[in-house]
C-alpha cells in the first residue's frame, strides 16, 4: 500500500536520503535535458549518486517467488545505500502501471521505499511510494 509512513521525530522514512537523491535526479536532468535513453540517465545518475558519497548498486537482482517457487528475478535500476529502490523512466508521462511495476519491486525485494524518477519531459517527475 502507498502510504506515508513517519518515523518518531514526525518525518517520512529516509526522507534525508530521498531529499539527496531526488537532488541528484534533478542534477542529471538540468545537465542532460530530455530526449535520451533510460539507460544513460541510469548511468548518469548513478555517476551523480557516486560522487555525492552514496552507495549504488545496479541491476541489483531480487527472485520472485510464487506458492514457494522461484518464477522469475526482477532487476532494479539502482538501489541506493541498501534502503531505496530507483525505478528509472524516460516517458511522456507517469502512469499508474509504473507505479504498480514499482511497488511490486518493493515488496519482492522487501525494501519500504522506493522513487519513480522521469526524465522523459522538460521538467524531471518524480514519485515517492512506500511499501
Excluded: W
Amino acid at each position: 500500500m502507498n502510504r506515508p509512513e513517519k518515523v518518531n521525530n514526525g518525518e517520512f522514512i529516509h526522507s534525508e536520503l530521498t531529499h539527496r537523491i531526488i537532488g541528484a535526479a534533478f542534477a542529471v536532468h538540468n545537465a542532460l535535458g530530455c530526449g535520451f535513453l533510460e539507460k544513460v540517465y541510469e548511468n548518469a545518475l548513478c555517476r551523480e549518486l557516486q560522487l555525492a558519497g552514496l552507495t549504488v548498486e545496479t541491476q541489483k537482482s531480487f527472485t520472485v517467488s510464487y506458492r514457494g517457487s522461484d518464477v522469475g528475478l526482477y532487476m532494479a535500476d539502482l538501489v541506493v545505500n541498501g534502503t531505496v529502490i530507483l525505478e528509472v523512466k524516460a516517458l511522456d508521462q507517469l502512469a499508474d502501471p509504473h507505479r504498480a511495476q514499482l511497488l511490486n519491486y518493493l515488496r519482492i525485494s522487501g525494501l519500504r521505499v522506493g522513487l519513480l524518477l522521469n526524465f522523459g519531459t522538460t521538467k524531471m517527475q518524480y514519485e515517492r511510494l512506500i511499501c
